[in-house]
T-cell receptor, first 117, second 115 residues
Framework: ETGVTQTPRHLVMGMTNKKSLKCEQH?????MYWYKQSAKKPLELMFV???????ENNSVPSRFSPECPNSSHLFLHLHTLQPEDSALYLC????????????????FGNGTRLTVT | GQQLNQSPQSMFIQEGEDVSMNCTSS?????WLWYKQEPGEGPVLLIA?????ELTSNGRLTAQFGITRKDSFLNISASIPSDVGIYFC???????????????FGKGTKLSVKP
């Protein structure tokens, strides 16, 4: 069982669809993250949850809606996305979150490759 | 906000050659991290550096935390085909904040190795 597991690995959706990305971590960490990875750009932090409480929002469009039911699971609900939202969405976890950042190096999942048509 | 300049953007090398890449910034960092991302996978932590001047090895990989705290270097010796991937640096300073928090990533160096 890998440390951070993401499903699905690939997702193609139309602009009117509603879908969800799932992330599960088996590391006993208390903080979980959603990052967006686009070509030739640094990783973009979207959301942070620490002990199931949302910490950062970063002005992400409301068509992205995170959910963290417990410290091991993280979801990203998607609706009415745009083609420019096509990217690799990475989930990560760390031991904790303090101030404005993780308290240990991030462990990443393998990502969900999202294509919006 | 803080930014990291990672260079080179890409490298094409022959198997057996040594590789050097770096990450620089105008800002000071307290932690430097180096990750590798292989095709179809997420980034995997290679080396973490926590002290200025620190030199740390992980097999054929060696990373250094620059004395000025504004840069870090990653070297790969005797490259092999499985070294192919994108190498990312990340810097962290608890005093920073902003939309990306206090952990900032570089854009990555794409390494290609010819057998």
């Amino acid at each position: 069982e890998t440390g951070v597991t993401q499903t699905p690995r690939h997702l193609v959706m139309g602009m009117t669809n509603k879908k969800s990305l799932k992330c599960e971590q088996h590391l006993g960490h208390n903080a979980m993250y959603w990052y967006k990875q686009s070509a030739k750009k640094p990783l973009e932090l979207m959301f942070v949850y620490s002990l199931e409480e949302r910490v950062e929002n970063n002005s992400v469009p409301s068509r992205f809606s995170p959910e963290c039911p417990n410290s091991s699971h993280l979801f990203l609900h998607l609706h009415t996305l745009q083609p420019e939202d096509s990217a690799l969405y990475l989930c990560a976890s760390s031991q904790g979150f303090s101030g404005a950042g993780p308290t240990s190096p991030l462990h990443f999942g393998n990502g969900t490759r999202l294509t919006v048509t | 906000g803080q930014q990291l300049n990672q260079s080179p953007q890409s490298m094409f090398i022959q198997e057996g050659e040594d590789v050097s890449m770096n990450c620089t910034s105008s800002s000071i960092f307290n932690t430097w991290l180096w990750y590798k991302q292989e095709p179809g996978e997420g980034p995997v932590l290679l080396i973490a550096l926590y002290k200025a001047g620190e030199l740390t090895s992980n097999g054929r990989l060696t990373a250094q935390f620059g004395i000025t705290r504004k840069d870090s270097f990653l070297n790969i010796s005797a490259s092999i085909p499985s070294d192919v991937g994108i190498y990312f640096c990340a810097g962290q300073n608890p005093n920073y904040g902003g939309s990306q928090g206090n952990l900032i990533f570089g854009k990555g160096t794409k390494l290609s190795v010819k057998p």
